[in-house]
């Protein structure tokens, strides 16, 4: 009998799926390997192994079942309702390095099923994070054709079951590729899709293919509700989309701090210019927004008022930092 066989009868793997399903999906491509258990993961069924990354995906999926152990995630409680267990098999699911494992059988469909996951309103954490973006968080915003159809916000690996659930919801009309960093199977959602990708020239944009790109350090109007706002620090060409006056995708360049409660930016994977970053930062004091949606780092959610607190003081600890 072929290992997949195996797998799928003593319930490892989904009977429907094929193998080809799986390894698009990165189960196959590395699957944690329970003899790297790290060794600060709590004894149980779940467990994370030597391959992580420290992205932080799972921690914020299921905050109550990983914790950060310095370099790397562990098991620090093994989740006991079918609630957290879900939010675990999701995390396994988001992980970028396929570093989360379990001794035991599991329904993973309760893990597929939760991507894309709503955030509010038509905006979506796609999960499937991938290993060449180092576990970057990617969107997707609902719109209708009419008013100019989906938009996917930076790449998620390209998984089969992904794909299929995007395809089920419109797929995608419009890319906007924050940075260079963040850009993972672009040319495979762009080739599935048939999506304009959105880019800015001093990020490569040309060599990569990209058709809307982006030029100077002007705001760019890309559709009624869609403003993509040049954002040169993180990288030379990095840029912001903000979408509705409320939603601001951020890619790198912004992101909210859970140790200090306040916005952030990262100095030391600064890789263009921190006086740039905060010269950035400073044009965004000029827009409204109620959410930073970040590649790395946490989401937060406040009036635009309190936003613009917290972007103030990013900025003033920016400057102490230069
Ligand atoms: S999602 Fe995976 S790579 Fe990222 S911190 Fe968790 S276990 Fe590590």
């Excluded at 790297?36 to 467990?47: E, M, S």
Aim: glycine content about 8%; some cysteine; hydrophobic content about 40%.
């Amino acid at each position: 009998m072929r290992l997949i066989d195996k797998l799928k009868l003593v319930g490892l793997l989904e009977p429907k799926l094929s193998l080809s399903d799986y390894a698009q999906q990165g189960w196959l491509r590395k699957m944690a390997n329970v003899e790297k258990r790290l060794a600060g993961n709590v004894p149980g069924d779940f467990f994370v192994d030597s391959s992580c990354i420290d992205c932080d995906a799972c921690r914020q999926l299921a905050p109550e079942v990983f914790t950060d152990a310095g370099d790397a995630s562990i098991v620090s409680n093994q989740p006991l309702t079918l609630a957290d267990t879900r939010r675990t098999l999701m995390a396994l699911v988001a992980c970028p390095t396929g570093s989360i494992g379990t001794l035991k059988p599991q329904d993973f469909r309760a893990g597929i099923d939760g991507f894309p996951m709503p955030i509010a309103e038509n905006v979506y954490f796609c999960g499937y994070t991938s290993e060449s973006s180092f576990g970057a968080w990617s969107y997707l915003i609902l719109r209708p054709e009419a008013e100019g159809g989906n938009v996917l916000i930076d790449s998620p690996r390209f998984a089969t079951q992904l794909v299929k659930k995007m395809a089920v919801m419109g797929g995608a009309r419009k890319m906007f590729l924050s940075h260079s960093d963040d850009i993972a199977d672009h040319v495979r959602f762009a080739e599935k899709f048939g999506c304009q990708r959105v880019m800015h020239a001093d990020d490569g944009a040309a060599r990569l293919g990209i058709e809307w790109i982006i030029q100077g350090e002007k705001e760019v109007r890309l559709d009624h509700d869609l403003l993509a706002i040049p954002t040169p620090g993180h990288t030379r060409g990095h840029v912001v989309l903000l979408y509705k006056q409320r939603y601001l995708f951020t890619g790198d360049h912004l992101a909210w701090s859970p140790e200090r409660q306040t916005l952030t930016a990262f100095r030391s994977v600064c890789w263009y210019s921190w006086d740039e970053q905060i010269r950035s930062m400073e044009k965004l004091l000029q827009y409204d927004f109620e959410w930073v949606l970040p590649g790395h780092g946490r989401i937060h959610n406040d009036s635009p008022e309190n936003m613009r607190s917290h972007l103030k003081r990013c900025i003033g600890w920016m400057k102490a930092r230069r």
